[in-house]
């Protein structure tokens, strides 16, 4: 099973994830060609306990694995239109809710390793604003 780490750059807290490359071939393929990378997250709105950003220029997204009701620790890439996507994590309960209603994404996997502590930085952005994260293959 493939895996990433993400990682806070400015407090070096970190979490490990292990993507679902059975259940979602193609979008878990699009990620992996495209990392490492950083890129800053924000706060969700709308989603509850999530931290976003949005990817330019994704190479290639299939609807593979889609919910809108993601686990705790889940991660999800979300269709946004002009090969544009977001990369979106849950710390904590959430939907994948935006402007327009409820969304699908891709569930590419999950925090297995981290989750606690990752959580904790993650709710900062509330309060401190958008943070650097890095996400990388391990």
């Known amino acids: 099973m493939k895996k990433i780490k993400i990682t806070f750059v400015k ?19 699009s990620l992996l060609k495209i990392l490492p990378m950083e890129m800053k ?37 979300v ?7 977001a990369f979106d994590i849950w710390y904590d309960r959430g939907w994948a809710f935006g402007p327009t209603g409820f969304v699908n994404g891709a569930a590419i996997g999950s925090i297995v390793k981290g989750l606690s502590e990752f959580a904790a930085e993650a709710v900062k952005l509330q309060s401190e604003g958008a943070q650097v994260i890095r996400v990388e293959k391990i």
């Open 79 to 85: 269709p946004q239109g002009n090969n544009a996507v």
């Open 41 to 77: 997250m924000i706060h969700a709105k709308w989603g509850g306990g999530e931290i976003c950003t949005t990817l330019q220029n994704f190479r290639e997204y299939a609807h593979e694995n889609e919910t809108c009701l993601p686990s705790i620790g889940e991660i999800l890439i």
């Open 11 to 29: 407090s070096g807290i970190s979490a490990t994830a292990e993507l679902r490359e059975d259940k979602c071939p193609v979008v878990v393929n």
